[in-house]
């Protein structure tokens, strides 16, 4: 029987432990053909995070599972296996396994409707067309989730969307790339300490 110290202890430790442990789920689809993909920057994202952090992914359940610490917050980074189109399925798993409330959720994902490399936080908002939120949204039954889009431009001709989503990188993006990954990989850590509303003050539309 726990002292009444022991149950305040013991309350105290279950009540903040959840809310500085954030799961990081970065969009994309498994396999070599798709690596350098625009889809793919959610998992681009996270390897940049990964490779920051001298962090490595181990292959576990429905992903790719790193994790890291920093200021006092700890990181788990997951990259589905699920394919785009079930990305729910992963999240949805990934949040009960790790206990992880869904303000503490991250989901980084490609924006066909931001200029390449823009950077934009949100807590809620619709799929926008994108079928791995849309999974998302129908496994987690809401679309109040925080979600970090990262523009890929909408430099197709018409007809030419899944194409242009499914191409790699041109010559130009490739050159820049690096940067952006960099400042991504700086949003995030900032949305685990200072907070989804000054990560949102501080790196949209940077």
Known sequence: MLSFFGRILSTTKDNTDPMRKFLI????????????????IGFKVLDQLAAEENISFETVKLGD???FKWKGRTFVLIKPSTFMNLSGKAVNYWMQKEKVQVENLLIVTD?????FGTLRIKTKGS??????????QAQLNTSKY??????ISD??????????????????EQKKLPERLKKSAEAIRSFGTAG??????TFNGK
Do not use: C
Request: no cysteine; aromatic share 10%.
């Open 146 to 151: 925080p979600r970090f889009r990262f523009g």
């Open 25 to 40: 789920v970065g969009l994309g689809n498994i396999g070599e053909k798709y690596e350098e993909t625009r889809h793919n």
């Open 155 to 172: 430099e197709f001709s018409k007809g030419n969307q899944i194409d242009y989503v499914l191409g790699e990188w041109d010559e130009e």
């Open 196 to 201: 989804v509303n000054n990560t949102m003050n």
């Open 65 to 67: 599972r790193a994790e």
């Open 127 to 136: 799929d926008g067309g994108h079928n791995g939120l849309k999974d998302i």
């Open 111 to 115: 924006d066909l409707n931001l200029p």
